[in-house]
């Protein structure tokens, strides 16, 4: 018996491809001997491959088997809920506001991944006290990982949320926090385009905090990253443990496994999308001649490298024309710039709304 036959004998030993095996002990039990295929398989195992690798009949028919298994659907996706749109709207002091009243500026605040309204109003505060309207809007956790394709209408259901409010008429700033602010940024995109009317949101700035990021790698250690991420985050949306693990497990049947598979094939990974199209390719390519961005990153982000972000999204947007200014923090951690760096922080972005932008990147040491 070859490694490979003895490692699939393995798999059906443990009940891996079985059905009726308990979820959490079948990702278990598969993780550690995944890893043992994908050694026994490459010639050259030092890095993840990106040829297609050739296997036995036997082994054939296992890897097809537990594809089978990756794409089991389990029930249609959910319908959107009142907690999925939840939002919070905001408003100035009373001194603060214009003369003009209800046309003051609207910010529309993404939050990241795990974010809290709470964290949420440390910015909006920067926002409250310039005499500008905001609204926090944090994405559920399945919307991030696993119904991405929902988020336009999500987005839409947003947007008439807002429209009741009389605060679509009004100039608006967008502020992402990381790449799960962008989506939802990306999903407000689309929908604003597919709406009847045709009537455009008057965005007047985009600031960009920790992202656009880089298209993930997907590795065995970046899937068991994202499972704890998004176990962490349906535990902070209430969900319980029980569902909370039943989320992550899901996420690895239908998103995981599938993109290892086409990964260790040598096919291209396809992870969750809208229309096509990454989250942080749109906001790498977003292009708006008379929409100002403001791009605030640092040299020790784990999830956003610097010199990614200085040579494939500020290199690509000076090349388009695009009017972007730009701060490099020192040390401060993924979406932390505000922690670490308030006061700087605050003053480049009361900058930006006030106006002042422009072309030149700056940086902090």
Known sequence: MTVNQKIFSSLKKSKVLSLNKNPLTRTALAFPLLEKFRFSCLPDSSVYPSRNFTT??????????????????????????DEDTKMIIEEP????????????????LFGWAGASHKNLHKYSSIYLEAGFTTVQFILSTRHIFRDTDQVPELMSNVMDQMGQQGLLDRPMYIHCLSDTGVMCYQGLDIASKQRSTMRRLNIQGVVWDSC?????????????????????????????????????????????????????????????????????????????????????????????????????????????GVNFTAMKFDGSPHVAHLKYHKKKYESKVRAFVDGNVNTVEETEE
């Open 93 to 108: 002091a009373s001194h603060l506001v214009s003369k003009t009243g209800s046309t003051n500026p609207v910010v529309v």
């Open 212 to 320: 656009p990021g880089p298209y993930p790698e997907v590795t065995l250690s970046r899937i068991s990253a994202f499972l704890i991420v998004n176990w962490l985050c349906c535990m902070k949306d209430k969900l319980g443990v029980v569902q909370s693990f039943h989320s992550s497990y899901r996420l690895l049947l239908d998103r995981g496994w599938p993109n290892l598979l086409r990964r260790w094939q040598g096919k291209p990974v396809t992870l969750n999308m809208m229309n096509g199209i990454w989250c942080g390719h749109f906001g790498r390519d977003h292009h708006h001649p008379l929409v100002p961005e403001l791009l605030l990153y640092s040299n020790k982000d784990f999830y956003l490298p610097y010199k990614y972000l200085e040579k494939e999204v500020l290199a690509v947007k000076e090349e388009n």
């Open 56 to 81: 036995t009949k036997y082994e054939s028919a296992a890897l097809k088997k537990l594809d089978k298994v990756a794409n089991h659907v389990h029930g249609e996706v959910p319908a959107i809920t």
